[in-house]
């Protein structure tokens, strides 16, 4: 028999107590859909593909994940022993060994399931599953053991005597199952007898009972068990989730002033050496370079940024910045803005969709929408691109070394020449020609005004 992994992640469940029109497994946490740290725990784990039963909602589930992994439909919710056998269609046919687990537990640490799954395949049991003993049992299945503290089975709270319910060692559902073994046991399932579900976890009593060998693995880390069933507990895995990055980042070698302040989403990377401040907070794929200086009062969404950057309290959005660049207070950075080394940008600037030369300075209060500038252009404060006509966007090109004056209006589409120069108040609605200075558009006195007689 094949030792090849496979990996059952079940997400099909309604998540009712949410009270969301968004599917429980796509809330996320840390930035990051809930269902995404199943999919990368199973890839470290060592299976490429997992399969993903999925139920409700399950059109949300698949537009996000895609072909990153096979699903599997489970037309009606009747437990999470009649999902597993949902998957089984869609498994290889060689797969020797299958990992199940819950899509609704963030928390595990990947490391502890590739531990699980070591364990498994070193001891050639038919099960191996994860425990955890915990004061607080959080309504998880209780792990029933004889007088040995040989596993006996598990049973579900709902279906727990007084007695079972005073055990500790809890069932936080991850599993590693022969694979053979589980499709022929799976069928043998009966509903169980309050809530009428078949119950993956009545296969540990039923392999007890064959003599079938079964290991445990307790881990103590009760964090790592946190299930999400409600926004509370979504707040909860939130923070210990937050806690995890920043300790992370720090390790690394980055500063956190004030590290409670600071809000890193978890597939943000931070180069050695920056310093992040106050009430910074980091979203999506956002990766920092060395030796920066980022906040405070930053947010920065999947932006990129060079080393040895600074940035004072500003906004980023998909925006990219090579080395050097200091930039704020009160930025504003939108979707395909690129600076490129050594520019400047003082406070109130906007910039959305515009390439910036190198060494490029705009001190104060300006626009550039659908831009380029060339190389060591100066950009007067209160330059405005006036790139939109009422219909659509127009670009407007600065060349190099040009000297924009104060409170230029850019009419797009335009070009400025290289080395141009335009005067304080210019509206610039002609192309500018190289080395030339263009000034005007004076005020004009153009009828009389009677406030009183309109
Ligand atoms: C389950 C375990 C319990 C364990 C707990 C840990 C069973 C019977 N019980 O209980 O021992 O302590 O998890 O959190 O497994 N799902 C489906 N299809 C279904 C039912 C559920 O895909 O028909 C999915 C859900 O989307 C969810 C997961 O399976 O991701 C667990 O289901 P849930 O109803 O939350 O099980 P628990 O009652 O928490
Ligand atoms: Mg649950």
């Not at 004061?135 to 709270?157: C, P, Y």
């Not at 300006?366 to 127009?394: F, P, R």
Request: one cysteine or more; aromatic letters at 6%; proline letters at 4%.
């Amino acid at each position: 028999m094949s030792d090849k992994l496979a990996a059952v992640i079940l997400a099909a469940g309604q998540g009712t107590r949410m009270k969301s029109k968004l599917a429980k497994v796509l809330h996320p946490v840390a930035g990051k859909p809930m269902i995404e740290y199943a999919v990368e725990t199973a890839q470290f784990a060592g299976v490429e593909k997992p399969v993903v039963v999925v139920g409700h909602q399950s059109d949300q589930v698949r537009a996000l994940l895609g072909d990153r992994v096979i699903f599997a439909e489970q037309s009606a919710q009747l437990g999470t022993g009649d999902a597993v056998k949902c998957a089984r269609a869609a498994l290889e046919a060689d797969a020797g060994h299958v990992l199940v687990f819950y899509a609704d537990m963030p928390l595990f640490k990947p490391a502890t399931m590739r531990a699980l799954v070591e364990k498994h395949l070193a001891c050639q049991a038919t099960l191996t599953m994860l425990t955890v003993i915990a004061d607080d049992t959080m309504s998880f299945g209780r792990i029933v053991r004889d007088a040995n503290g040989q596993t006996v089975r598990i049973v579900e709270e709902v279906e727990a005597t007084p007695q079972e319910l005073g055990i500790k060692e809890i069932n936080p559902g991850v599993y590693c199952f022969r694979a053979q073994w589980l499709w022929e046991n799976l069928q043998a399932l009966k509903p169980s007898a309050k809530k009428g579900e078949y119950y993956l976890t009545d296969l540990l009593g039923m392999a007890v009972g064959q003599g079938a060998r079964v290991e445990t693995e307790t881990i103590e880390d009760v964090s790592q068990c946190i299930g999400i069933n409600n926004r509370v507990q979504l707040a909860l895995a939130e923070k210990i989730m937050r806690e995890r990055i920043r300790e992370r980042v720090m390790l690394d070698g980055v500063t956190l002033v004030d590290p409670a302040s600071i809000f890193i989403d978890a597939d943000v990377e931070i180069g050695q050496d920056t310093v992040i401040l106050p009430n910074t907070h980091l979203q999506g794929k956002t990766r920092i370079g060395q030796e920066c200086k980022i906040g405070p009062n930053a947010i920065i969404l999947d932006s990129v940024i060079g080393d040895t950057c600074s940035i004072g309290p500003s906004v980023m959005e998909f925006a990219t910045l090579e080395d050097h660049v200091d930039m704020g207070p009160f930025c504003h950075l939108r979707p395909g803005a690129y600076l490129s080394r050594h520019v400047h940008l003082g406070n109130y600037a906007e910039v959305k969709k515009s390439r910036l030369g190198e060494g490029v300075h705009m001190g104060h209060f300006s626009y550039l929408g659908d831009t380029e500038v060339g190389a060591h252009s100066n950009i007067g404060a209160g330059t405005i691109t006036c790139n939109y006509d009422g219909k659509q966007k127009n670009r407007t090109v600065i060349g190099e070394n040009v000297f924009i004056g104060s409170d230029s209006m850019l009419v797009a589409p335009v070009t400025i020449g290289d080395h141009a120069r335009t005067g304080a108040g210019a509206v610039v609605t002609k192309d500018v020609p190289s080395n030339s200075l263009a000034v005007g558009m004076p005020a004009r006195v153009i009828r009389k005004w009677n406030a009183g007689n309109e």
